[in-house]
Structures are given as C-alpha cells and as structure tokens.
C-alpha cells in the first residue's frame, strides 16, 4: 500500500512559480515511478509528467516542456513539481499517482493517487 499526499499549490501570477511535493510513504515506494496529472473544471483530467522509479527517466506533455520540471528525492520517498513560468491555462488540481508498471501518459493504469493540490495562475 502507498499513501500520497500533495502540497505546494496556491495563487501565483503568470510568468512565477511554483514546487508541488508529494509526500509518499509505504515500504514499497522506490519500485513505483511517478507521475503528475492535472484537472481543469470540466475537462477530463491530464497528463503532465513523470519520473521512473529510478529517477533516470522523465516524462513532458508537451505544453510544460521546458518549463516544468519533475525529479525524486529516493531517500525522502519525496517526487517535486517544479512549475516556471506558469501561464493562467496552467490553472487546475494537480495530483501526484504512482504506477507499478511503465509509466504512460493514461492516468487509468496508475495504482495509487493522492488527493490533489490546487495550482491557480492569474493573468
């Protein structure tokens, strides 16, 4: 079993920052990798990032490339957001989810989700 718990989010004007955290603990948790997924009200939720469980491995949907950037802290059970440069349709729920198996940009196979964070950006 995996506990996940986001926090980080709040309101920043657009072009600033911000770095989601999300907190893991259970034994197991170095196997899973991570992702990052955000949703907008009334649209479906979507991909952002993710790491492999190695933290060898990232992961970019398109529109955040080069301004978003996720790493892994192993020995803190730790997976960060770094957000630059956010723009006001960056505004949604972020959640962090661990998978078991190869990371995807589907948030249907990931085993374990957090209860979300929330990132508003101001124009």
């Known amino acids: 079993q995996v506990q996940l718990v986001e926090s980080g989010g709040g309101l920043v004007q657009a072009g600033g920052s911000l770095r989601l955290s999300c907190a893991a603990s259970g034994r197991t948790f170095g196997s899973f990798a991570t992702g990052w997924f955000r949703q907008a009200p009334g649209k479906e939720r979507e991909f952002v990032a993710a790491i492999s469980w190695s933290g060898d491995s990232t992961y970019y949907e398109d529109s955040v490339k080069g301004r978003f950037s996720i790493s892994r802290d192993s020995a803190n059970d730790t997976v960060y957001l770094q957000m630059n440069s956010q723009r006001p349709e960056d505004t949604a729920v972020y959640y962090c989810?661990?998978?078991?198996?190869?990371?995807?940009?589907?948030?249907?196979?990931?085993?374990?989700w957090g209860q979300g964070t929330q990132v508003t950006v101001s124009s």
């Open positions: 989810a661990a998978i078991k198996g190869v990371v995807t940009n589907d948030p249907m196979p990931y085993d374990y």
